[in-house]
């Protein structure tokens, strides 16, 4: 970033000002829908099984009564936080209840948890603040910047949502 003194832009030899005004040219690139949005590795999708099977789980987390089953080593390996916090519910062979998130939400989390899987792009653009919010709460990071990346390509600034 360039610096300036005040008195060099207000020296009329420098060309800075046009008419009393300063005019900056910006030039904003608007890229188009591509295949280069971040994309986490999913080399544990072989896992996804697990959770739409139900088969051997070890807790049930609870959100928005709906159950979702969780496999301790998945767990651990990809989710450390929920991970603890099935420790501290005790053997792990309970419910969890997990507040203050909506189980559309949470079903993106374990997905991801799981095996990597994003969002649609329909769902991180409609539900973005949530998952990003879900993301932070259980440190997934790579979940929050593949939704956070989804906004950045599909919520285009123009004139109608800029301009007051």
Do not use: W
């Amino acid at each position: 970033m360039a610096m300036m003194k005040r008195s060099d832009n207000l020296d009329e030899t420098s060309n800075i000002l046009k008419d009393g005004s300063l005019v900056i040219d910006v030039l904003i690139q608007v890229k188009g829908r591509s295949d280069d949005l971040y994309q986490p590795a999913k080399d544990i999708s072989r896992n996804l099984h697990l959770l739409r099977s139900g088969g051997k789980s070890g807790v049930v987390f609870q959100a928005g009564g709906k159950g979702f089953p969780g496999h301790s080593p998945i767990m651990y390996a990809n989710a450390p936080l929920l991970a603890e916090i099935c420790d501290q519910e005790g053997d792990c062979s309970s419910v969890v209840a997990i507040n203050d998130i909506h189980p559309d939400v949470f079903q993106h989390v374990i997905e991801h948890i799981y095996g990597g899987v994003v969002p649609p792009v329909e769902c991180a653009v409609l539900q973005g603040k949530e998952l990003i919010d879900a993301a932070n709460r259980y440190e997934l990071v790579e979940m929050k910047m593949a939704v956070e990346n989804i906004l950045v390509s599909e919520c285009v600034m123009d004139i109608k949502n800029v301009s007051g």
